[in-house]
């Protein structure tokens, strides 16, 4: 079955650790999308790419970093420079920008 | 950037027929409506989408007046499986990704 696959489901992080979010599809897409969902908010963007080897600054990258060498991967690192990194991390990728996006079912991220 | 305006909760029967509508004032001519469904700990997923008049698909319809500055998703015949977070996004990705905002989306709780 196509879809979107994200590891691990939860995934714990020291004080000064870099941390890496894996994000996988299957679906053929050509863009994807990484964002974060704070308890009861809604999603904020923090990258996006629409094609392999190039990617573009969400509303809140800052302390975030991403790479896209692969069509089917778009893996988020969690940098110390993010000060508050507890979050629920997503994953959606699309056709092309525009169309409906596929999300996968997240990585929840605390801290030690 | 469009921006979208829900109720934040809204409350339901089993059985009952559920309305949700958003507003979009600064629609744009090429931008389209689009609405998620989103469980606790899942990522969102496609409902439906329309640009003008009236869609509907298996699970939902998607009403959109003809000034196209407000829509309504209706579900018919709510379940307790229903109960979700329901948003409303408008935009044409011509901006690679920055013209999707999920704000904080409209609570629906469906009561037995």
């Not at chain 2, 109960?83 to 990704?97: F, Q, R």
Request: with cysteine; hydrophobic share 30%; glycine share 8%.
């Amino acid at each position: 079955d196509g879809g979107i696959t994200q590891s691990p489901k939860y995934l714990f992080r020291k004080e000064g650790q870099n941390v890496t979010l894996s994000c996988e599809q299957n679906l053929n897409h050509d863009a994807m999308y990484w964002y974060r969902q704070d308890p009861g908010q809604g999603l904020r963007l923090i990258y996006y790419s629409q094609i392999v080897n190039d990617f573009q600054k969400g509303d809140i990258a800052e302390g975030y970093s991403v790479s896209r060498e692969k069509k089917e991967s778009f893996p988020l690192t969690v940098t110390s420079a993010q000060k508050n990194p507890t979050a629920f991390y997503l994953c959606a990728s699309s056709k092309r920008d525009g169309q409906p996006q596929h999300f996968g079912d997240g990585t929840r991220l605390s801290i030690l | 950037l469009a921006k979208t305006t829900q109720p934040i909760s809204m409350d339901s029967y089993e059985g009952q027929e559920v309305n949700i509508t958003c507003s979009h004032n600064n629609i744009a001519t090429n931008d389209y409506i689009t609405w998620y469904q989103q469980f606790p700990s899942q990522g969102p997923r496609f409902i439906i989408q329309g640009y003008k008049t009236k869609v509907t698909n298996e699970v939902a319809s998607l009403f959109i007046p003809a000034d196209r500055k407000s829509s309504t998703l209706s579900l018919p015949r709510v379940s307790l499986s229903d109960t979700a977070v329901y948003y409303c996004l408008v935009g044409d990705g011509g901006d690679y990704g920055q013209n999707f905002v999920f704000g904080p989306g409209t609570r629906l709780s469906v009561l037995p």
